[in-house]
């Protein structure tokens, strides 16, 4: 029977998130008893004496745990040999900047299993934070532009949102952005700002979180082919904020004129090429909640940005980059911030940057842990999609091989190194390490 730990998060001082709430450790201790330990922390967002009250032990460092339960990456000097580790990697891709960490696992013969390749039989996640980088996202992105256009002399019901960290829950800011969303009913957004666009690229969980936070205001949805007409006819109303959802058949064409057909996309993206040129030049806000690869097109480029703001026919003036892929699908996205600072602008005619939200230039919000600005509701989300897998993770045996080990077969999946090897799935990760 293994024992488990629960780490303390240190990536950064906002990460206050936990992959198994205390509750949630109660039913597994309840389900198979075994010891369990909770590293000390400033910060987490639930006390430790609720997790001592579900019957842990609170510890400092991690060595009293067999198995380790993070959320973010483990700085590389903390590995211990001989663990088994859960959490984000962020090496699946072949991300140059965690190769160390991923070799430091393998050097220390201990097993790695990321959550990201924890799947059902079709391939589907099993275990995310959902949409609540998407709920974080809408808020902060909204929260910004109200400091920014107040800032710029455009006073909007905006400049009274919170950052998401300040609120104890989702419906919390859901309930704050409706109050804004009555003041936009009753008098009207500043004409400056008339027609209040919204672009969300993707239509998947973290997408479903920015348009829950963007439907507490009196929206209208707007199909993309509908974006023209909209903005250059005038046929708009001062107290609504149109939003209108990008799916992959309105991002990329056929280069060889051709039907779209999605699963070609999926499997040939070099066959496409981005068209979202042709409504960039609609939209006053972007929130990017896709999935993205490098061989994917990009979709705002700093040519393309350039261009618009050469013609006079550039209205964006803020990106939620909540994928945040550096320099990926949101090209001028060149670095990622955090909450204490997790904005800058840009400038397309001279690619610049300048840091902070207040000023002239593009807003781009780049933070890429977006889901621990709201610790609470994440955290009990996920927790509740990991819990069924850790009796199975306390009762594996490790000393076996790992198709004898008695793991879950999603968690068997998700095994990037089992006892300093990588897996059959993950040996192409060798190829990165090496370079």
Same mark, same amino acid.
């Given at each position: 029977?293994?024992?488990?730990?629960?780490?303390?998060?240190?990536?950064?001082?906002?990460?206050?998130?936990?992959?198994?709430?205390?509750?949630?450790?109660?039913?597994?201790?309840?389900?198979?008893?075994?010891?369990?330990?909770?590293?000390?922390?400033? @910060?987490?967002?639930?006390?430790?004496?609720?997790? =001592?009250? /579900?019957? !842990? &032990?609170?510890?400092?460092?991690? $060595?009293?745990?067999?198995?380790?339960?993070?959320?973010?990456?483990?700085?590389?000097?903390?590995?211990?040999?001989?663990?088994?580790?859960?959490?984000?990697?962020?090496?699946?891709?072949?991300?140059?900047?965690?190769?160390?960490?991923?070799?430091?696992?393998?050097?220390?013969?201990?097993?790695?299993?990321?959550?990201?390749?924890?799947?059902?039989?079709?391939?589907?996640?099993?275990?995310?934070?959902?949409?609540?980088?998407?709920?974080?996202?809408?808020?902060?992105?909204?929260?910004?532009?109200?400091?920014?256009?107040?800032?710029?002399?455009?006073?909007?019901?905006?400049?009274?949102? @919170?950052?998401?960290?300040?609120?104890?829950?989702? =419906?919390? /800011?859901? !309930? &704050?952005?409706?109050?804004?969303? $009555?003041?936009?009913?009753?008098?009207?957004?500043?004409?400056?700002?008339?027609?209040?666009?919204?672009?969300?690229?993707?239509?998947?969980?973290?997408?479903?979180?920015?348009?829950?936070?963007?439907?507490?205001?009196?929206?209208?949805?707007?199909?993309?082919?509908?974006?023209?007409?909209?903005?250059?006819?005038?046929?708009?109303?001062?107290?609504?904020?149109?939003?209108?959802?990008?799916?992959?058949?309105?991002?990329?064409?056929?280069?060889?004129?051709?039907?779209?057909?999605?699963?070609?996309?999926?499997?040939?993206?070099?066959?496409?090429?981005?068209?979202?040129?042709?409504?960039?030049?609609?939209?006053?806000?972007?929130?990017?909640?896709?999935?993205?690869?490098?061989?994917?097109?990009?979709?705002?480029?700093?040519?393309?940005?350039?261009?618009?703001?050469?013609?006079?026919?550039?209205?964006?003036?803020?990106?939620?980059?909540?994928?945040?892929?550096?320099?990926?699908?949101?090209?001028?996205?060149?670095?990622?911030?955090?909450?204490?600072?997790?904005?800058?602008?840009?400038?397309?005619?001279?690619?610049?940057?300048?840091?902070?939200?207040?000023?002239?230039?593009?807003?781009?919000?780049?933070?890429?842990?977006?889901?621990?600005?709201?610790?609470?509701?994440?955290?009990?989300?996920?927790?509740?999609?990991?819990?069924?897998?850790?009796?199975?993770?306390?009762?594996?045996?490790?000393?076996?091989?790992?198709?004898?080990?008695?793991?879950?077969?999603?968690?068997?999946?998700?095994?990037?190194?089992?006892?300093?090897?990588?897996?059959?799935?993950?040996?192409?990760?060798?190829?990165?390490?090496?370079?």
């Amino acid at each position: 029977m293994n024992s488990i730990l629960i780490r303390a998060e240190d990536k950064n001082k906002w990460e206050r998130r936990t992959p198994i709430v205390p509750d949630d450790l109660k039913r597994i201790l309840q389900e198979v008893p075994t010891k369990a330990y909770v590293e000390k922390s400033d @910060k987490r967002f639930f006390k430790e004496s609720e997790y =001592e009250q /579900a019957g !842990a &032990e609170i510890c400092e460092g991690m $060595e009293k745990g067999d198995v380790i339960f993070g959320v973010k990456e483990i700085p590389e000097q903390k590995i211990l040999p001989d663990k088994t580790y859960l959490f984000f990697s962020h090496t699946i891709k072949g991300q140059k900047y965690n190769m160390p960490l991923l070799q430091k696992i393998i050097d220390s013969g201990s097993t790695l299993i990321d959550y990201e390749k924890i799947t059902d039989e079709k391939g589907r996640r099993l275990v995310y934070f959902g949409r609540y980088a998407g709920d974080a996202g809408a808020i902060d992105l909204l929260w910004l532009m109200g400091q920014n256009w107040r800032q710029r002399g455009i006073e909007t019901p905006f400049g009274k949102l @919170k950052q998401a960290l300040h609120y104890h829950s989702v =419906e919390e /800011a859901h !309930a &704050e952005m409706e109050k804004v969303g $009555e003041e936009i009913r009753e008098n009207g957004l500043p004409e400056a700002l008339q027609p209040l666009v919204i672009g969300v690229l993707g239509y998947g969980n973290v997408s479903k979180g920015a348009q829950y936070i963007l439907d507490a205001l009196p929206t209208k949805r707007v199909e993309p082919k509908d974006l023209a007409e909209l903005v250059t006819n005038g046929q708009f109303d001062k107290r609504t904020v149109y939003v209108t959802v990008f799916k992959e058949e309105h991002l990329v064409e056929h280069r060889e004129g051709k039907p779209f057909e999605l699963m070609d996309y999926y499997q040939h993206p070099e066959h496409y090429r981005s068209v979202f040129d042709r409504y960039l030049p609609y939209l006053s806000l972007l929130i990017n909640a896709i999935y993205w690869e490098k061989r994917y097109p990009k979709f705002v480029t700093w040519q393309s940005l350039a261009e618009l703001e050469k013609e006079g026919r550039l209205r964006l003036q803020g990106i939620a980059d909540i994928s945040c892929d550096i320099n990926g699908s949101i090209e001028c996205d060149t670095h990622c911030t955090d909450s204490g600072n997790p904005a800058y602008r840009i400038h397309p005619s001279t690619k610049t940057i300048s840091e902070g939200h207040l000023g002239e230039g593009i807003v781009i919000l780049a933070v890429d842990n977006l889901p621990a600005e709201l610790p609470n509701d994440s955290s009990r989300f996920f927790s509740s999609q990991l819990r069924p897998f850790v009796p199975g993770i306390i009762k594996a045996d490790f000393g076996k091989s790992l198709e004898e080990s008695g793991l879950p077969e999603e968690i068997k999946r998700a095994v990037i190194v089992y006892k300093g090897k990588l897996t059959p799935a993950f040996q192409y990760l060798q190829e990165y390490l090496q370079s």
